[in-house]
């Protein structure tokens, strides 16, 4: 089966500084993509970035990075200089490719950010 | 390019009613997935649609049910309303389902049953 894990509850990190949100997943499929949304206290999932098994490079987007280690079944989420706007939810998501898997995206539990000014 | 659009944005029920709720994708995408987010039990997947075929199913009840138009517009329903389901239901579109594009997600239905 399947899962995402994400260990940190909450995090907090001030304004201006970089913060990395940690996500490790597990899967015996050798083809996946990760994903990373964004959910403000209005509900609506905002998507950041996407990666996928077989990229050689880290997906980057605007202030995004996504630090993709394969061996080590991680994922993690780099922020880089917080906005105010930043605080939020953030889930780390996964999906399998494949006609039987298509469409189904798996969620981590959520990490808090909360960006101090 | 307007994004996904759910309505309505929220609703009150009473347990035992029944309820639709509406998710138009983004103009272009094939395949549309509802979710079902609450507290204790976080983002689960309720099913997928891609041009008018349910494709992929999560571990709910019957009483969960959906349908796709040829617009790829699509409809859930929920009957027999128990508590246990309120929840905030979120509608997701990407463009042609092969899993290898993003999930861009509605600003989702809020259902309260009392």
């Known amino acids: 089966a399947q899962k995402i894990t994400q260990t940190q509850p909450g995090m907090f990190v001030q304004e201006k500084e970089a913060v990395t949100l940690d996500c490790t997943y597990d899967?015996?499929?050798?083809?996946?993509?990760l994903f990373w949304y964004k959910q403000p206290s209005s509900g609506e999932m905002i998507f950041l970035i996407y990666q996928g098994s077989y990229d050689e490079q880290n997906a980057t987007e605007g202030r995004y990075s996504l630090n993709f280690q394969k061996a080590r079944k991680s994922a993690n989420l780099v922020i880089s200089a917080s906005q105010l706007g930043d605080s939020a939810m953030y889930f780390c998501a996964m999906r399998l490719h494949g006609s039987s898997n298509t469409g189904k995206l798996i969620f981590g539990q959520g990490t808090t950010l909360q960006v101090k000014p | 390019k307007a994004g996904v659009t759910q309505t309505p944005r929220y609703l009150i029920k009473t347990r035992g009613q029944q309820v639709t709720l509406s998710c138009s994708p983004i103009?272009?995408?094939?395949?549309v997935s509802w979710y079902q987010q609450t507290p204790g039990q976080g983002l689960q997947f309720l099913f997928e649609y891609f041009s008018e075929t349910q494709r992929n199913k999560g571990n709910f009840p019957g009483r969960f049910s959906g349908r796709q138009f040829s617009n790829s517009r699509s409809e859930m329903n929920v009957s027999t309303l128990e508590l246990g389901d309120s929840a905030l239901y979120l509608c997701?579109?990407?463009?042609?389902?092969?899993?290898?594009?993003?999930?861009?997600f509605g600003p989702g239905t809020r259902l309260l049953v009392l």
């Open positions: 103009s272009g995408h094939r395949s």
């Open positions: 997701a579109s990407s463009l042609d389902g092969t899993g290898r594009a993003p999930e861009y």
């Open positions: 899967t015996s499929d050798q083809s996946y993509g």
